[in-house]
């Protein structure tokens, strides 16, 4: 069964310092992939996703995202995170098999001041 | 913007008793899902709808059932409420492409059953 991998149940990182959130997929073709946040007593907000052609997409808030089909990957990265990206991180992906949406199982992010 | 909202933050009821959970979008998209998240599982989807009267069962429609009247809002319902569906319920909307579109959440409903 097709499934996301989120590896990093928490991730504690400085304010200020870099960041990278890690998400691999189990699937043979390339699939359309989305990274979520839910930040604390908010709904699920969208960052960014990938369909197709460049595989470094950019998003909201200044995070960015590289599709590496070799790896079936879909890190999230920040070179500089604020307090305020504190949050649940959720990568999905949707298999176009059968076009349903498939979720991680999420990476919270506490931010060390 | 799109608004999706819920009707309650907060829920608490009691074994047995049928719950309604309501979910309204201002966007008028095709697509609405009914999810629950719970720590560490993600989101599982429970059930969605491609247009009005339509529903589709998700991964985990066991003990629920949906409604959607209007195209503007969809309904989930728990029939008889047990403690094992204590949780987080998000309700979320989209356009005409499904899955593939961004996805618009509510705030969500956190349901206590006792």
């Known amino acids: 069964a097709q499934s996301v991998t989120q590896p990093d149940i928490h991730i504690t990182v400085s304010e200020g310092a870099s960041l990278e959130l890690r998400c691999n997929y189990s699937y043979g073709a390339t699939p359309y992939l989305f990274w979520y946040v839910q930040s604390p007593g908010q709904g699920l907000q969208l960052l960014l996703k990938y369909f197709s052609g460049d595989t470094l997409v950019q998003g909201i808030k200044g995070f960015e995202a590289e599709f590496k089909r070799s790896q079936s990957s879909f890190n999230l990265r920040k070179p500089s995170v604020h307090w305020s990206d504190a949050a649940e991180y959720f990568c999905a992906v949707v298999i176009d098999s059968n076009y349903q949406l498939i979720w991680g199982a999420g990476t919270k992010l506490i931010i060390k001041p | 913007d799109v608004k999706v909202t819920q009707s309650s933050r907060y829920l608490v009821k009691r074994t047995g008793e049928k719950v309604f959970l309501e979910c309204v979008q201002d966007?008028?998209?095709?697509?609405m899902f009914w999810y629950r998240q719970d720590p560490g599982l993600g989101l599982r989807l429970i059930y969605f709808s491609y247009d009005v009267k339509m529903k589709e069962k998700g991964d985990i429609p066991e003990g629920y059932s949906v409604s959607r009247e209007k195209k503007e809002r969809f309904s989930l319902i728990l029939e008889s409420a047990s403690t094992n569906q204590t949780s987080m319920y998000l309700c979320?909307?989209?356009?005409?492409?499904?899955?593939?579109?961004?996805?618009?959440f509510g705030p969500g409903t956190r349901l206590l059953v006792l």
């Open positions: 979320a909307s989209s356009g005409d492409r499904g899955f593939r579109e961004t996805q618009y």
């Open positions: 966007m008028d998209h095709e697509n």
